[in-house]
Nanobody
Framework: QLKLVESGGDLVQPGGSLRLSCAAS????????IGWFRQAPGKEREGISC????????YYADSVKGRFTISRDSVKNTVYLEMNSLKPEDTAVYYC????????????????????WGQGTQVTVSS
């Protein structure tokens, strides 16, 4: 059974940093992708970064490019999202999602093609 577990959400001051983790289990193939999405109250869900677990290709939304870094540990089947220079507008529930690597990581993020979701972790950026 596919399972994703996020962790690392917290309250942080503007300009601060956080690292989110997404641990995946139950995949029978090495060819899958994991992405990070976020949803703030009253806003649409946004795909902010995705990574292919097989070849490491990545995608970043413009809103986080240069501030967030996605990485993978293929042995642990875990994906990390390093978030720096956090802004109040980064406040949201952050979800990780995964699915087979059947499209580009950009399409998987922008078109939200990933079908398996974690429970979410709250990130609040406030002074």
């Amino acid at each position: 059974q596919l399972k994703l577990v996020e962790s690392g959400g917290d309250l942080v001051q503007p300009g601060g940093s956080l690292r989110l983790s997404c641990a995946a289990s139950g995949f029978t193939s090495d060819h899958y992708a994991i992405g990070w999405f976020r949803q703030a109250p009253g806003k649409e869900r946004e795909g902010i970064s995705c990574i292919s677990m097989s070849d490491g290709s990545t995608y970043y939304a413009d809103s986080v490019k240069g501030r967030f870094t996605i990485s993978r540990d293929s042995v642990k089947n875990t994906v990390y999202l390093e978030m720096n220079s956090l802004k109040p507008e980064d406040t949201a529930v952050y979800y990780c999602a995964a699915d087979l690597d059947l499209a580009t990581v950009e399409d998987q993020c922008v078109l939200s093609l990933l079908d398996y979701w974690g429970q979410g972790t709250q990130v609040t950026v406030s002074s």
